[in-house]
């Protein structure tokens, strides 16, 4: 069983940035992609970033591109998603995950194991 726990959400201000951290148990972190997802009141988990197992590719969605980078520190069984430029629209609650393969993946459903979330609110 894969344990995967968020930290680094709180409530900043726009335009403010914010590094958000998800820790994972195990010793085949390395062996698979992982992304990033959030998840607003009353709207769906929504994709936000993902990374290969490597770390050599990335994608992110179109909302948040040029603004939030991910990256992943493999000896460590880390993976980060650097927040910059924050808006209020990208409160929520964000969640990693570990993909089923080496990845990257943007689909919900090839997860198999996500954290706990943490909270990030944007004020304006």
């Known amino acids: 069983q894969v344990q995967l726990v968020e930290s680094g959400g709180g409530l900043v201000q726009a335009g403010e940035a914010l590094r958000l951290s998800c820790e994972a148990s195990?010793?085949?972190?390395?062996?698979?992609?992982m992304g990033w997802f959030r998840q607003a009141p009353g709207k769906e988990r929504e994709f936000v970033a993902t990374?290969?197992?490597?770390?050599?590719?990335?994608y992110a969605a179109d909302s948040v591109k040029g603004r939030f980078t991910i990256f992943r520190d493999n000896a460590n069984n880390t993976v980060y998603l650097q927040m910059n430029s924050l808006k209020p629209e990208d409160t929520a609650i964000y969640y990693c995950?570990?993909?089923?393969?080496?990845?990257?993946?943007?689909?919900?459903?090839?997860?198999?194991?996500w954290g706990q979330g943490t909270q990030v609110t944007v004020s304006s």
């Open positions: 990374i290969s197992a490597s770390g050599g590719i990335t």
């Open positions: 995950g570990r993909l089923r393969s080496r990845g990257p993946g943007y689909v919900l459903s090839d997860y198999v194991y």
């Open positions: 195990g010793r085949t972190f390395s062996s698979y992609g």
